[in-house]
T-cell receptor, first 115, second 115 residues
Framework: NAGVMQNPRHLVRRRGQEARLRCSPM?????VYWYRQLPEEGLKFMVY????????ESGMPKERFSAEFPKEGPSILRIQQVVRGDSAAYFC?????????????FGQGTRLTVV | DQQVKQNSPSLSVQEGRISILNCDYT??????FLWYKKYPAEGPTFLIS?????DKNEDGRFTVFLNKSAKHLSLHIVPSQPGDSAVYFC??????????????FGKGTLLTVNP
């Protein structure tokens, strides 16, 4: 039973390019959460998705960032026109229900470096 | 503004002794608290949690204490082992507000357990 899978593990992008981060939740999990960890900071909530629905995107920057969780396939966090300040570790978590934070399992993260 | 604060960036203890990690919070809407452990290049792993209706929760070597009046919680690890060396994150959620899925993290404390 594989855990939460994120890919790529490391991603380097030049300023202005697009970054696509993928998250495959654990089997049987239909709730996905994205968090961002800036250097020397704690994780910060970005967005909560269920299959085909965005439930809460209050932590996501209004511009350049978008997320989806299609009926088939992984959840995608997309960052357009990346800037240096987007360099961070992006973590995805999944849970079988939307309640009870202890049920959320984190992936290993994608480390985005913008050069 | 930091709603969850871990004021000690690092802590070093001897194997077999007690490790005490501290966490303070400012948001009185938080009613559920969690501790996560994180190794380098991995995602956070859930350790232990406590609801605001309790003041103590124990799981093996790990005990979390909650002092609601002081808005303070602590994680005790007894006895400490070298494998406990990791970054420990305190996190909080406000379940009454219906956003129990949204965790607010502290910046973390790096625990080093020396053999």
């Amino acid at each position: 039973n594989a855990g939460v899978m994120q890919n790529p593990r490391h991603l380097v992008r030049r300023r202005g390019q697009e970054a696509r981060l993928r998250c495959s939740p654990m089997k049987g999990h239909s709730h996905v959460y994205w968090y961002r960890q800036l250097p020397e900071e704690g994780l910060k909530f970005m967005v909560y998705l269920q299959k085909e629905n965005i439930i809460d995107e209050s932590g996501m920057p209004k511009e350049r960032f978008s997320a989806e969780f299609p009926k088939e396939g992984p959840s995608i966090l997309r960052i357009q026109q990346v800037v240096r300040g987007d360099s961070a570790a992006y973590f995805c978590a999944s849970s079988p229900t939307g309640y009870g934070n202890t049920e959320a399992f984190f992936g290993q993260g994608t480390r985005l470096t913008v050069v | 503004d930091q709603q969850v604060k871990q004021n000690s960036p690092s802590l070093s203890v001897q194997e077999g002794r007690i490790s005490i990690l501290n966490c303070d919070y400012t948001n009185s809407m938080f009613d559920y608290f969690l501790w996560y452990k994180k190794y380098p290049a991995e995602g956070p792993t859930f350790l232990i949690s406590i609801s605001s209706i309790k003041d103590k929760n124990e799981d093996g070597r790990f005990t979390v204490f909650l002092n609601k009046s002081a808005k303070h919680l602590s994680l005790h690890i007894v006895p400490s082992q070298p494998g406990d060396s990791a970054v420990y994150f305190c996190a909080a959620a406000g379940r009454r507000g219906g956003s129990n899925y949204k965790l607010t993290f502290g910046k973390g404390t790096l625990l080093t357990v020396n053999p």
